[in-house]
T-cell receptor
């Protein structure tokens, strides 16, 4: 079945450091890919998305490129801030049957220290 | 604020009991999704409704059921509760389904003692 694998956390960085959170997926067909962020005590918020190969999603300085050849969707940010501390989830949306259900990775906790 | 409202925020109950979680989707959204977030299973899709009808089912236990009402709000019913049902339950909504963006509520934290 379809699945998403993220790098284990927690990831601890100093402010202004470069961030990469790895995400790979297994899917039949051509899923849409997402990064969601969960701040403490809150629900998930969509951070960015990509719907086809080579698409780049970007938002708030975060970027991820849909790489079909490596089945990856790694999240990057050039300079993290303390306010970026949160749990990040990579997810795919199956296209079959128009269900839209999301399959999530296990989440990666990011802690940014001043 | 995502526009998706979940009540209650917290629920504490005992094993064997039954609870109902409620979700009001964003105005205009026809699809409602339920997800369970637990430490051991992570975030898992439970069930989706579209305009009152069940559209997709995930790893939802037989003790759990859901429905979507004519005003499009949804309820998730959990019965014969076990300690392992303790989790954060999220509701999400989208305009229709497919590749539409899903907007998540803040969740209901269920503690089964």
């Amino acid at each position: 079945g379809n699945s998403v694998t993220q790098m284990e956390g927690p990831v601890t960085l100093s402010e202004e450091a470069f961030l990469t959170i790895n995400c790979t997926y297994t899917a039949t067909g051509y899923p849409s890919l997402f990064w969601y962020v969960q701040y403490p005590g809150e629900g998930l918020q969509l951070l960015l998305k990509a719907t086809k190969a080579d698409d780049k999603g970007s938002n708030k300085g975060f970027e991820a490129t849909y790489r079909k050849e490596t089945t990856s969707f790694h999240l990057e940010k050039g300079s993290v801030q303390v306010s970026d501390s949160a749990v990040y989830f990579c997810a795919l949306s199956e296209r079959s049957g128009n269900t839209g259900k999301l399959i999530f990775g296990q989440g990666t906790t990011l802690q940014v220290k001043p | 604020d995502s526009g998706v409202t979940q009540t209650p925020k917290h629920l504490i109950t005992a094993t064997g009991q039954r609870v109902t979680l409620r979700c009001s989707p964003r105005s205009g959204d026809l699809s409602v999704y339920w997800y369970q977030q637990s430490l051991d299973q992570g975030l898992q899709f439970l069930i989706q409704y579209y305009n009152g009808e069940e559209r997709a089912k995930g790893n939802i236990l037989e003790r759990f059921s859901a429905q979507q009402f004519p005003d499009l709000h949804s309820e998730l019913n959990l019965s014969s509760l076990e300690l392992g049902d303790s989790a954060l339950y999220f509701c999400a909504s989208s305009v229709a389904g497919g590749r539409d963006i899903q907007y998540f509520g803040a969740g209901t934290r269920l503690s089964v003692l």
